[in-house]
C-alpha cells in the first residue's frame, strides 16, 4: 500500500519547512500552517524505518474532531482539513513545552514508579499504587520540547518558570487549559466506553499574542485509552488493562529488545505487523470517534493532497 514518509511541496507564499516526528509543517506567508500527517510512526522519541498505511490519514481526522470538540472552551489553531491527511490553520510561535496530564499510573510514569521514584517533574505520587490504577487527581507532568523534535525530557513546573522558558503568568494560563482539555476529553471518551488514560497537550501565541491550542489532541499518538468495560476486574486481577493506543507498539518494541537507547536495533517489522498496526489504529478512530473509518485514496497520495492544499490555499488568499 501507498504510504507518505517524506513530502517535498511548494506551496503558494511558502517560507519555510519544519519536519517534525510524524507531520510536516509548512509556513505560509508568516500567517498560516500547513500540517501534513505522514504515515511515519514513532516510538520513543525514534521514528521507525517502515510507514504505517492510513496512520496520517486516522490521526489527522481524530484531531480534527476533537480540536472542534473542544473549541469552545480553549481557542485553537484549525481552520480547516482540505485533504485526509491535511489541517489549516494559524501560525503561533510553539512554548517549548508539552503539557503532559496523566489519569492513571501508565507509560513513563509507571516504568518510573516500578524503579522506585516517587516524584516526577516534581509532583508527588502516591506510595502503593499499581501499574493503571488511577491517581486521586490528574497530575501534570510537562516536557521539555527540544528543537530537533526528537528529544523530550522530563521538568517540572517551578523549573519551566525558572529557566523562563515559559513566564509564570502563561504558565499558569497552561495549566488551567490543560485541565478543562483533559476533561473534557474524559467526558469525550467516557461517552465511548473509552477512558481517557493521559495525553498531551501543546500551545503557542497567535500573532495577536493569543494562547492557543496546536498541533494534535487526543489521538493514539498523544494520549492513552483504556477500555471501560472491565478495566476494574482486570485491576482487581493483576491483569494488563486492555488498550487503545501506541503502548502496543512500545510495549511489542519493548519485548523485541528496543527501548530507544543508544546501541538498541529497531527489530525489523514485518507486512504482517505493519498491518496489523494499520488496523489496531484504525480500530482507535472507530471506537474513538464512533464514526466508520473510510480509507483515502492511496492512488497518488502526494499529488492529491497537493491539488487539494493549493485549492484551499486560492480560496484562503
Request: proline content about 4%.
Amino acid at each position: 500500500m501507498n504510504t507518505i514518509n517524506n513530502t517535498d511541496f511548494n506551496f503558494p507564499g511558502q517560507k519555510e519547512v519544519y519536519k517534525g516526528k510524524v507531520r510536516e509543517v509548512y509556513n505560509i506567508n508568516d500567517e498560516y500552517l500547513v500540517m501534513v500527517a505522514s504515515d511515519r510512526l514513532s516510538a520513543f522519541d525514534v521514528i521507525m524505518p517502515r510507514q504505517i498505511p492510513y496512520k496520517g490519514q486516522i490521526l489527522n481526522q481524530i484531531a480534527e474532531s476533537m480540536l472542534n470538540a473542544t473549541k469552545d472552551i480553549v481557542p485553537n489553531w484549525l481552520l480547516a482539513c482540505p485533504d485526509p491527511n491535511v489541517a489549516v490553520g494559524h501560525l503561533a510561535k510553539p512554548f517549548k513545552v508539552e503539557m503532559v496530564i496523566r489519569g492513571y499510573l501508565s507509560g513513563h510514569a509507571w516504568r518510573e514508579y516500578r524503579d522506585g521514584k516517587r516524584i516526577i517533574c516534581g509532583v508527588a505520587m502516591p506510595d502503593g499504587m499499581k501499574e493503571n490504577d488511577k491517581f486521586p487527581e490528574p497530575i501534570i507532568t510537562p516536557s521539555t520540547k527540544a528543537d530537533d523534535g526528537l528529544h523530550d525530557e522530563d521538568i517540572s513546573r517551578e523549573d519551566i518558570i525558572a529557566q523562563q522558558i515559559v513566564s509564570e503568568a502563561d504558565y499558569l494560563v497552561l495549566e488551567d487549559y490543560t485541565r478543562k482539555l483533559f476533561q473534557r476529553g474524559t467526558e469525550l471518551a467516557a461517552q465511548r466506553d473509552l477512558i481517557l488514560v493521559d495525553t498531551k497537550y501543546e500551545f503557542g501565541k497567535s500573532n495577536s499574542g493569543e494562547i492557543i491550542l496546536i498541533d494534535e489532541i487526543h489521538t493514539p499518538d498523544s494520549s492513552r485509552y483504556f477500555y471501560a468495560e472491565g478495566y476494574q476486574e482486570r485491576q482487581d486481577n493483576g491483569e494488563m488493562q486492555k488498550q487503545l493506543s501506541k503502548e502496543f507498539v512500545r510495549q511489542w518494541l519493548i519485548s523485541n529488545g528496543f527501548q530507544g537507547l543508544e546501541g538498541q536495533q529497531i527489530p525489523e517489522m514485518s507486512d504482517e505487523k505493519i498491518l496489523e498496526i494499520s488496523d489496531r489504529y484504525i480500530e482507535l478512530f472507530e471506537n474513538i470517534t464512533g464514526r466508520s473509518f473510510e480509507k483515502g485514496d492511496t492512488s497518488n497520495l502526494l499529488e492529491r493532497i497537493g491539488k487539494n492544499v493549493n485549492s484551499y490555499l486560492t480560496k484562503l488568499a
